[in-house]
């Protein structure tokens, strides 16, 4: 047989110690070094900065939490270390589950011993799963816990909201929407809806924010807009052009903004969804002009209702003359194009006076209001 302690060291996540014990001596009597971590809070904390064990073996129903998480963590960090999960009484779905997020193989309690020895030399000799169902991939298996991720991060997914104000009248004229999600593996959106694109599940994403917008829109303050990011392909999402989704009730309220990603992903006809949105209600932005994900052609094509200019045009403009000058002819042609047009990302009172020497009225970021619960109103 294959010198099978050449590989390391087996890892025993059990919160019974002396089944612990017995597990360690039949290692030693296989030649297998061994390590013990009584919870799963020890175990996933040693698997995410230890070196690589050379197989896992955890209990499933542990003290302080499940021996899935100690799969999921040995999944993440240790993608080809097996895992053998001892499992007293588990449900099918359970079962499925363990398998789908790539266990090697399921023992029930009590533990026969000698069918552990010759999983444990299977494992470790690289022979593959039992379970069909198993044999599925590491990747596979990453995406799996992607996918659970993803789902609970879905469930609590909420938005702030940061006002847009005029700064001539000195009060709110909108809100942005921006996503959040409470779960902590996102604490920011961008990863988020990267996980989401990649599991196919950004149109899914969409709905569930435009859902949770609408609910909050029937709080909106009187008089006020409320703009709401599009996302990659939702102009090929036949809800939002139809009268059935959730914010369509606002749509008068509403401002769509598009980025040049919005149309570079899609296979749809984005003249014709724009002009659907707009018989709809709706009107549109283009937001971040100036970043270098939305260009000036979107500006001339669609003759949107509002143009954002990106921070990065705002940062500092206050003392450099080419930010003065682009911005002041963005400005212009936005007059000329009867687009409205909102700075963004003002930080300081210095470029808010710059930018009004410029001419622009409608300005957002941290110097009026951070992203924030609705609604909040800095002039109040
Ligand atoms: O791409 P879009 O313009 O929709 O993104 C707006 C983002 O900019 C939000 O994530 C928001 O939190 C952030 N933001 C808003 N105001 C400011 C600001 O004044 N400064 C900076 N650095 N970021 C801001
Ligand atoms: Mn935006």
């Given at each position: 047989?294959?010198?099978?302690?050449?590989k390391?060291?087996?890892?025993?996540?059990?919160?019974?110690?002396?089944?612990?014990?017995?597990?360690?001596?039949?290692?030693?009597r296989?030649?297998?070094?061994?390590?013990?971590?009584?919870?799963?809070?020890?175990?996933?904390?040693?698997?995410?900065?230890?070196?690589?064990?050379?197989?896992?073996?955890?209990d499933?129903?542990?003290?302080?939490?499940?021996?899935?998480?100690?799969?999921?963590?040995?999944?993440?960090?240790?993608?080809?270390?097996?895992?053998?999960v001892?499992?007293?009484?588990?449900r099918?779905?359970?079962?499925?589950?363990?398998?789908?997020?790539?266990?090697?193989?399921?023992?029930?309690?009590?533990?026969?011993?000698?069918?552990?020895?010759?999983?444990?030399?299977?494992?470790?000799?690289?022979?593959?799963?039992?379970?069909?169902?198993?044999?599925?991939?590491?990747?596979?298996?990453?995406?799996?816990?992607?996918?659970?991720?993803?789902d609970?991060a879905?469930?609590?997914?909420?938005?702030?909201?940061?006002?847009?104000?005029?700064?001539?009248?000195?009060?709110?004229?909108?809100?942005?929407?921006l996503?959040?999600?409470r779960?902590?593996?996102?604490?920011?959106?961008?990863?988020?809806?990267?996980?989401?694109?990649?599991?196919?599940?950004?149109r899914?994403?969409?709905?569930?924010?435009?859902a949770?917008?609408?609910q909050?829109?029937?709080?909106?303050?009187?008089?006020?807009?409320?703009?709401?990011?599009?996302?990659?392909?939702?102009?090929?999402?036949?809800?939002?052009?139809?009268?059935?989704?959730?914010?369509?009730p606002?749509?008068?309220?509403?401002?769509?903004?598009l980025?040049?990603?919005?149309?570079?992903?899609?296979?749809?006809?984005?003249?014709?969804?724009?002009?659907r949105?707009?018989?709809?209600?709706?009107?549109?932005?283009?937001?971040?002009?100036g970043?270098?994900?939305?260009?000036?052609?979107l500006?001339?094509?669609?003759?949107?209702?509002f143009?954002?200019?990106?921070?990065?045009?705002?940062?500092?403009?206050?003392?450099?003359?080419?930010?003065?000058?682009?911005?002041?002819?963005?400005?212009?042609?936005?007059?000329r194009?009867?687009?409205?047009?909102?700075?963004?990302?003002?930080?300081?009172?210095?470029e808010?006076?710059?930018?009004?020497?410029?001419?622009?009225?409608?300005?957002?970021?941290?110097l009026?209001?951070k992203?924030?619960?609705?609604?909040?109103?800095?002039?109040?």
């Open positions: 047989m294959a010198n099978l302690g050449a390391g060291t087996i890892l025993i996540v059990e919160d019974d110690e002396e089944l612990a014990q017995t597990y360690q001596r039949m290692f030693q296989m030649g297998l070094a061994s390590e013990w971590l009584a919870t799963s809070e020890d175990a996933c904390a040693r698997l995410a900065s230890g070196p690589s064990p050379a197989l896992v073996l955890t499933l129903g542990l003290g302080d939490g499940n021996g899935r998480e100690v799969l999921e963590t040995a999944r993440v960090h240790h993608p080809v270390v097996q895992v053998i001892a499992t007293g009484t588990a099918v779905e359970e079962v499925v589950e363990l398998v789908e997020l790539g266990a090697y193989r399921l023992l029930t309690k009590p533990i026969d011993l000698e069918k552990l020895r010759e999983t444990v030399s299977l494992a470790l000799q690289g022979a593959p799963p039992p379970s069909i169902t198993a044999l599925r991939t590491a990747a596979n298996a990453r995406d799996a816990v992607l996918r659970h991720q993803l609970a879905l469930d609590q997914v909420f938005c702030l909201f940061q006002p847009i104000v005029d700064v001539r009248q000195r009060k709110v004229f909108a809100y942005e929407a996503l959040r999600t779960h902590p593996s996102y604490r920011s959106p961008l990863p988020l809806l990267a996980d989401a694109a990649r599991l196919d599940r950004g899914e994403l969409s709905r569930r924010i435009r949770s917008i609408a909050t829109a029937t709080t909106l303050p009187a008089g006020a807009l409320l703009f709401v990011n599009l996302l990659a392909d939702d102009l090929g999402d036949p809800q939002l052009l139809s009268a059935d989704d959730p914010l369509h606002f749509a008068g309220r509403i401002v769509l903004e980025t040049e990603q919005t149309r570079l992903n899609d296979r749809v006809d984005v003249k014709a969804a724009i002009g949105l707009r018989e709809l209600g709706y009107r549109v932005a283009i937001d971040d002009l970043a270098g994900y939305s260009s000036l052609a500006l001339v094509e669609l003759a949107p209702d143009v954002k200019l990106d921070m990065s045009l705002v940062r500092g403009v206050d003392g450099d003359e080419v930010r003065q000058q682009i911005v002041g002819a963005m400005l212009q042609v936005c007059a194009k009867r687009s409205l047009a909102v700075l963004e990302g003002v930080e300081t009172a210095s808010s006076d710059a930018l009004q020497n410029l001419g622009a009225r409608w300005m957002q970021g941290y009026f209001a992203p924030s619960p609705p609604f909040v109103d800095p002039f109040v």
